[in-house]
């Protein structure tokens, strides 16, 4: 995909462009059927009403979940918020014990240490140098309070894939809830949803609309609180006149993703193996990071040789891509680069690549020239 200047955009994982079907799905729904879904005693509210269920139905088929199963939420940061308030409501928070990877996405880790400051007991497991959970520091981790082990499943920024059956397992042995943020999986990969107790996911990672993604929450093994208090909307649970564009939306998109995953999962392997070859035969000692074998098919992450990053990031200019220094810590680089063991000038050199459903292997081969170039020209 290429911008009105011809720049070609690679941060997939940042946020994906709206697919145009989806758009034309969603357009009759802010102006003609513009109903509340709450209003029962006409059409308008019907037809508002069963768009937003239908909708529901979609994102369950992709899951292969209930329908009654999913909950709309504004995005992943707030679905996985809802998690820990469902599990801490009511609950002496000194006595609840909490297992996270080290890895997680900003919207668990921070939640976690703002429970962690309120009393919560709180471990971060650390992980390999490809990003991989190790399960003998998780297993150490143990104990009897333990409530919830949250791991995300494709880490947004090295792209490594977790062994989520092996942890699933691990934590349904011990009668311990399994909650993942899997908003970089969904749409994109196959996965077994019977592996997950919570599930958290956007909307805009899967070519829909910003401003809606959904929990996943296991009929009999979980029990959502209300987070947000007001009227009757997601069964009582979240209250709230829906945004039923969004959510229309959020549906046609996920529809799409189940149509198109397997012929699409493929390509975008082969763009993704394409890349770094092209990159690893123009530039010498590039080091790739995360898992080669386990990772999403739409991501790579990767360190260069010594640069003059002002001069290198001036000659980048026709691509769109990731600076994984970006990141905010007390550091100066991302918590996943610091659990990696990057060193604050080596996560200076280092880069985010995600393609996606509009990118085509010309763009990709131009793109490994425009970045072998701009490396070339900042040594």
Partial sequence: MRNERGQIYLDYNATTPVDSRVVDTMQTYWSENFGNPSSDLHSWGWNANFAVQDSRKKIAALLKCGASEIYFASGATEANNWVFHSLLQNKILS??????????????????LHWQKQGVQV??????????????????????????????FGQNEIGTLQNISEISRFARER???FHSDATQVVGKMEFDISDFDFLSFSSHKLYGPKGIGALYAHAKTTSLLPMILGGQQESG???????????VGFGKACELCAQELPSENSRLAL????????????????????SLENRLPTNLHLTLPKIQRDVFLKKLSGLG??????????????????????????????????WGRFTDEGQILEAAEILANAWKASV
């Avoid at 680089?333 to 995600?354: M, N, V």
């Fill in 175 to 177: 009668d311990i809830l």
């Fill in 321 to 354: 891509i990731s600076s994984s220094s970006a990141c905010h810590s007390s550091s100066g680089i991302s918590s996943t680069l610091s659990a990696l063991g990057f060193s604050a000038e080596a996560a200076e050199r280092s880069f985010r690549l995600s």
């Fill in 95 to 112: 006595e609840v014990h909490i297992i996270a990877s080290s890895v997680e996405h900003d919207s668990v880790r921070n939640t976690l």
């Fill in 271 to 290: 763009l993704g193996k394409l890349l770094r070859k092209a990159l690893l035969d123009k530039i010498p000692d590039l080091k790739l990071n995360g």
């Fill in 123 to 152: 471990d971060f497991v650390r992980v390999n140098s490809e990003g991989l959970l190790d399960l003998q520091d998780l297993k150490s981790k143990i104990r009897t309070n333990t409530r919830l082990i949250s791991v995300i």
């Fill in 237 to 247: 649970l979240r209250s709230g006149t829906e945004p039923v564009p969004q959510i």
